[in-house]
């Protein structure tokens, strides 16, 4: 395995997560939020309050394409599968993971991480947040080759446990 995509809904942990897995493997971490601020030069609020979410998606989707031949874990944001352009590319990869959370589970994450801020969670209810995700759930179950539910689990556990079931598919 010399590459492995991280998806799933925000507060899932595909950043936390996506850091333990790329030391366990011994491979370069990149989180595609990171790269994106990096190249935007602001944070990705406010690129959402100056540009929209549709400019977001735009640079979203030109950063996916660049990484997709890397060797690296890759971190995606929670809105990667919102385009058919980047699902079809997601596919086209061996080793998409998907960490799922309950809806109670992600938004207390989501509401205990004030690191980040995040557009499309903090500004809306509790219900519009669990409806984007049931919105996104079939494109994550479609792009993805592996899923594992992160609810009772901590990050070194989703680890260990991604490392079982890539085992037990014999690689
Ligand atoms: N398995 C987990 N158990 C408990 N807390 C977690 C877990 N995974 C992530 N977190 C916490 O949830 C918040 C969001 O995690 P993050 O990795 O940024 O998620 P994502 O990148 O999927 O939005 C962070 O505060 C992180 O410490
Ligand atoms: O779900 C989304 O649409 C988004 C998720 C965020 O990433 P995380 O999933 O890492 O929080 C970030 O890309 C942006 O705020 C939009
Ligand atoms: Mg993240």
Do not use: C, W
């Amino acid at each position: 395995m010399k590459s492995l995509i991280l998806i799933g809904f925000m507060g899932a942990g595909k950043t936390t997560v996506g850091k333990l897995l790329a030391n366990t493997y011994n491979l370069p971490f990149i989180d595609m939020d990171a790269v994106i601020e990096n190249d935007i030069g602001m944070t990705i609020d406010t690129f959402f309050e100056k540009y929209g979410e549709a400019a977001f998606r735009k640079k979203e989707q030109e950063v996916l394409a660049d990484l997709m031949q890397q060797e690296a874990v890759i971190a995606t944001g929670g809105g990667i599968v919102t385009s058919q352009a980047n699902r079809t590319l997601l596919k086209s990869h061996p080793y998409v993971v998907f960490l799922k959370a309950d809806p109670a589970v992600f938004l207390q994450r989501i509401k205990s991480d004030i690191a980040v801020k995040r557009p499309l969670a903090s500004e809306k209810s509790d219900e519009a947040v669990r409806e984007l995700y049931e919105s996104r759930l079939d494109y994550y179950l479609e792009s993805a080759t592996v899923a594992i539910n992160t609810d009772d689990l901590t990050p070194e556990e989703v680890v260990l446990e991604l490392t079982r079931q890539l085992h037990e598919e014999g690689d």
